[in-house]
C-alpha cells in the first residue's frame, strides 16, 4: 500500500501516465477480490467498507412498498438499514433462528410475499461465527425470482466462498475482516442485478459507486484477497479451527459454568463465543485487557445502559447470560502457546470476578 500514499498517486480517472499507473493498480486489485469470490472484476463494486456495501445491497434495490425479508441476528450495517426501510414504508420480516443460531430456509420460503423485492441474510455470524444455509435461501431466491443478497464480510477469506454456488444477486465483504486495511470493502453485483447507486457524481465504479477511488486501501483489499485465497488453498482455516476447539476445550475444562454459545452449528474456524456464568462480560473484558488479552462482547451501549446482545438473546439465552458471553476471535498470527496463556488468564480472572461478586452462587457452578 505505502507507494501509493506517496510516490504513486495519481487519480485513478486521470489519463496521464500517473493515473494509468494507479488505474491498473486498482483493476488488479479487483481481479484479486474477484478471484477470491469467484466472480467477474467487473461484478465488484469497491466500497469504503462492509457498511456501505451493505447499505448499497438494501438501498439499491429496495423502495417504499416493498417487502423484505433479513434474519434478527444481522449485523447492524443490515438490521438498522431494514429499520430505517420500516420508516420509510417498507415491511420486515426478521426470521428467527434456534438455539443454536441457525435460521431455517423453510422460514424464509413461508415469508415470501408477492411484493418481496430483496432477501438479506448473513453468511457468518460477527458475534458467533455460525455459519447460515445460505446456498439453501439462495435456491428459494431464485426459484421466486427475487433478489438475495448476503452479509459475507466475516466469512470472505476464513471459509471459501462462492457467489454462484451460494446463488446471490450481491454479496459483501470488508477488507479489515480478512487482514486487510480498514475503510475498504467491496460490493459483489451480479451481472444483470440493477442496483442504484447510494453517492451520486462521477461515474466510478461503472456509475455504481461515485468518488475517487481509496487507490492505498484498494490495493490492501486486493493483496488481502490474494493472501487469504492462497491460506485457503493450503487449508489454513483448518489449522485455526484445531486452535479454536483447543481454546473452547481447555476453557469449557478448566472454568467451570461455561457453555459455547452456537455449538454444534457449522461456524467460521476464527471465531469463538462462550458464556461465563455468573459473570458481567464487560468487567472480564476490561480485566483481561489490562493483561494483555483482547477480547469483546457483543454487547451495545446504549444512553449509558448495557443493552444485551441481540444475536444471543435471539439465540434464546436470557438477557443476564447475554451479558455474561465474551467473543473470542483468532487471526493467523496466533500460536498454540498463545491459547495457552489466554486459557490460564482467563481461568485465573473468572475465579477472581466470581470471587468478588455478591450474587454469585459458587456452589451451583461447582456441582
Ligand atoms: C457481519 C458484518 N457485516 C458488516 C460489517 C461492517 O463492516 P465495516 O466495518 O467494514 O463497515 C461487519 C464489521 O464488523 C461485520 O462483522
Redesign the pocket.
Given at each position: 500500500m505505502r507507494p501509493y500514499f506517496s510516490e504513486r498517486f495519481g487519480n485513478a480517472s486521470s489519463i496521464h501516465h500517473h493515473g494509468q499507473e494507479t488505474r491498473a493498480a486498482v483493476e488488479r486489485a479487483r481481479e484479486s477480490v474477484a478471484a477470491l469470490i469467484a466472480c467477474k472484476p467487473s461484478e465488484v463494486v469497491l466500497t469504503?467498507?462492509?457498511?456501505?456495501?451493505?447499505n448499497l445491497a438494501v438501498f439499491g434495490v429496495v423502495q417504499k412498498g416493498d417487502h423484505v425479508i433479513s434474519s434478527t441476528v444481522?449485523?447492524?450495517?443490515?438490521l438498522n438499514s431494514c429499520r430505517h426501510l420500516q420508516s420509510i414504508g417498507c415491511d420486515v420480516t426478521y426470521v428467527p433462528v434456534n438455539g443454536r443460531g441457525l435460521i431455517d430456509p423453510d422460514d424464509v420460503r413461508r415469508a415470501l410475499r408477492p411484493n418481496t423485492k430483496l432477501i438479506t441474510i448473513?453468511?457468518?455470524?460477527?458475534e458467533t461465527g455460525v455459519l447460515q444455509p445460505v446456498e439453501g435461501i439462495g435456491k428459494i431466491a431464485a426459484e421466486a425470482d427475487i433478489y438475495f443478497h448476503t452479509?459475507?464480510?466475516?466469512a470472505t477469506g476464513k471459509v471459501p466462498v462462492d457467489v454462484k454456488r451460494i446463488g446471490c444477486n450481491m454479496l459483501?465483504l470488508?477488507?479489515?475482516?480478512m487482514h486487510g486495511p480498514?475503510?475498504?470493502?467491496a460490493l459483489f453485483v451480479r451481472k444483470g442485478a440493477r442496483v442504484q447507486p447510494m453517492l451520486w457524481g462521477g461515474s466510478h465504479e461503472r456509475s455504481r459507486r461515485a468518488g475517487t477511488e481509496n487507490v492505498p486501501g484498494i490495493v490492501g483489499l486486493g493483496r488481502a484477497s490474494e493472501l487469504a485465497k492462497i491460506a485457503l488453498e493450503r487449508d489454513q482455516p483448518a489449522r485455526m479451527a484445531e486452535m479454536r476447539d483447543q481454546l473452547e476445550n481447555r476453557i469449557l475444562a478448566d472454568v467451570k459454568g461455561t457453555r459455547v454459545n452456537g455449538q454444534g452449528a457449522p461456524r467460521v474456524p476464527n471465531t469463538s463465543n462462550i458464556l461465563f456464568d455468573g459473570i458481567e462480560g464487560e468487567a472480564l473484558v476490561i480485566a483481561l485487557d489490562l493483561k494483555g488479552l483482547a477480547v469483546s462482547t457483543g454487547a451495545a451501549c446504549s444512553s449509558g445502559a448495557i443493552e444485551p446482545s441481540h444475536v444471543l438473546t435471539a439465540m434464546g439465552l436470557a438477557p443476564d447470560c447475554a451479558r455474561a458471553s465474551i467473543r473470542f476471535s483468532l487471526g493467523k498470527q496466533n500460536t498454540n502457546e498463545d491459547v495457552e496463556l489466554a486459557v490460564s488468564l482467563i481461568d485465573q480472572t473468572v475465579a477472581r470476578l466470581r470471587e468478588l461478586s455478591p450474587v454469585y452462587n459458587k456452589e451451583a457452578i461447582s456441582r
Open positions: 469504503s467498507g462492509g457498511t456501505e456495501a451493505d444481522e449485523h447492524h450495517a443490515v448473513m453468511t457468518a455470524n460477527n452479509d459475507a464480510a466475516q459483501s470488508s477488507g479489515h475482516k480498514q475503510g475498504i470493502g
